[in-house]
């Protein structure tokens, strides 16, 4: 990523074409396979929300609870004049925490693919942080984005990454992430990454798997975007959501599974689905410290600190280039 002028509130948008050429790539892969990112349309952002609220879903409480706890300290980490840019910025309660607690912040680039959940996260915090240059940019933050300038100068980028976003690609990919991060903070910036850890396979299935059914109407809304978007004619009541925890790759594989012989039709393609064939949207990677360790090193960074919770289910890794 590389800094360019930008007015204020003037967001980059992303390529209206992507979407249907990565599910014509895809569902012609084996196995089938969409891309996580196309789950946040706006009703898959609404969606997600409900499901943070779900008692199965730790992740968001306890990565809440981590920055309440410690944000202080993170915040003296960090230091003053600080821009900060967030990877996927989606509702920005845990930005406004952070925000809030740091000294001085000259600006915030939230970087979000879905418009509507970053001009709303924006106007709210433009409201609260008036000294604070609000610069958003729609966009895909795992391809290369123009960055804003700020009109102040800044001591340091810090990249924001909550919510175990990391955990979404192979890990071959997050080092890449984690290469970019590096890039992006310099020589005396720090990076700030959600990652979850890992635990009993109960707990974790289970958080992917509410009884309210409101993570299996979030994977399935991809279908229905698909409906209306790519002029598809999937009918949700044939397929279903299914997350497992697989133990030795260390990571929750969510499917949409067809539960019958099929023939769909989506982006001008007609594809073929057998009984019990699974379609792969999710990776959600689960680590233990040595392995966030032996990433960051490989990516040319070093963690600084880590916090977590008491119960050690998550934590926030503060890194910086090594």
């Given at each position: 990523?590389?800094?360019?002028?930008?007015?204020?509130?003037?967001?980059?948008?992303?390529?209206?074409?992507?979407?249907?050429?990565?599910?014509?790539?895809?569902?012609?892969?084996?196995?089938?396979?969409?891309?996580?990112?196309?789950?946040?349309?706006?009703?898959?952002?609404?969606?997600?929300?409900?499901?943070?609220?779900?008692?199965?879903?730790?992740?968001?409480?306890?990565?809440?609870?981590?920055?309440?706890?410690?944000?202080?300290?993170?915040?003296?980490?960090?230091?003053?004049?600080?821009?900060?840019?967030?990877?996927?910025?989606?509702?920005?309660?845990?930005?406004?925490?952070?925000?809030?607690?740091?000294?001085?912040?000259?600006?915030?680039?939230?970087?979000?693919?879905?418009?509507?959940?970053?001009?709303?996260?924006?106007?709210?915090?433009?409201?609260?942080?008036?000294?604070?240059?609000?610069?958003?940019?729609?966009?895909?933050?795992?391809?290369?984005?123009?960055?804003?300038?700020?009109?102040?100068?800044?001591?340091?980028?810090?990249?924001?990454?909550?919510?175990?976003?990391?955990?979404?690609?192979?890990?071959?990919?997050?080092?890449?992430?984690?290469?970019?991060?590096?890039d992006e903070?310099?020589?005396?910036?720090?990076?700030?990454?959600?990652?979850?850890?890992?635990?009993?396979?109960?707990?974790?299935?289970?958080?992917?798997?509410?009884?309210?059914?409101?993570?299996?109407?979030?994977?399935?809304?991809?279908?229905?975007?698909?409906?209306?978007?790519?002029?598809?004619?999937?009918?949700?009541?044939?397929?279903?959501?299914?997350?497992?925890?697989?133990?030795?790759?260390?990571?929750?594989?969510?499917?949409?599974?067809?539960?019958?012989?099929?023939?769909?039709?989506?982006?001008?393609?007609?594809?073929?689905?057998?009984?019990?064939?699974?379609?792969?949207?999710?990776?959600?990677?689960?680590?233990?410290?040595?392995?966030?360790?032996?990433?960051?090193?490989?990516?040319?960074?070093?963690?600084?600190?880590?916090?977590?919770?008491?119960?050690?289910?998550?934590a926030l890794?503060l890194l910086?280039?090594?």
């Open positions: 990523m590389t800094p360019t002028a930008s007015a204020n509130h003037q967001p980059t948008l992303a390529r209206d074409d992507d979407f249907a050429e990565d599910v014509r790539k895809g569902l012609s892969t084996r196995p089938k396979r969409i891309a996580s990112k196309y789950f946040y349309d706006a009703a898959g952002s609404d969606l997600f929300e409900r499901i943070c609220a779900q008692p199965e879903y730790y992740l968001t409480r306890t990565e809440l609870e981590i920055l309440r706890d410690h944000v202080d300290e993170i915040a003296t980490q960090i230091g003053t004049r600080a821009l900060l840019v967030e990877y996927g910025s989606g509702a920005g309660i845990k930005t406004r925490l952070l925000l809030d607690a740091l000294d001085r912040p000259i600006g915030y680039v939230p970087i979000e693919i879905s418009e509507s959940a970053l001009e709303e996260s924006v106007a709210s915090l433009a409201e609260q942080f008036p000294d604070v240059q609000m610069l958003p940019v729609c966009a895909d933050f795992t391809q290369p984005v123009t960055l804003p300038i700020t009109r102040q100068r800044h001591e340091r980028v810090v990249v924001f990454f909550p919510g175990s976003t990391l955990g979404n690609f192979e890990q071959r990919e997050a080092i890449g992430l984690l290469r970019t991060m590096r903070i310099g020589a005396n910036g720090f990076a700030l990454v959600g990652v979850d850890l890992k635990k009993d396979r109960a707990i974790l299935e289970a958080a992917y798997n509410d009884a309210a059914g409101v993570t299996r109407d979030f994977t399935l809304n991809l279908l229905v975007r698909m409906n209306r978007e790519l002029g598809g004619n999937f009918a949700l009541e044939r397929f279903r959501h299914r997350a497992q925890y697989n133990a030795l790759a260390g990571r929750i594989e969510t499917h949409i599974v067809s539960i019958c012989d099929q023939t769909v039709s989506v982006a001008g393609r007609r594809v073929a689905f057998a009984a019990d064939e699974a379609m792969l949207v999710e990776y959600s990677c689960k680590y233990a410290q040595a392995d966030i360790e032996a990433m960051a090193a490989k990516a040319g960074l070093r963690v600084v600190r880590t916090w977590t919770d008491p119960d050690q289910r998550f890794e910086a280039r090594a």
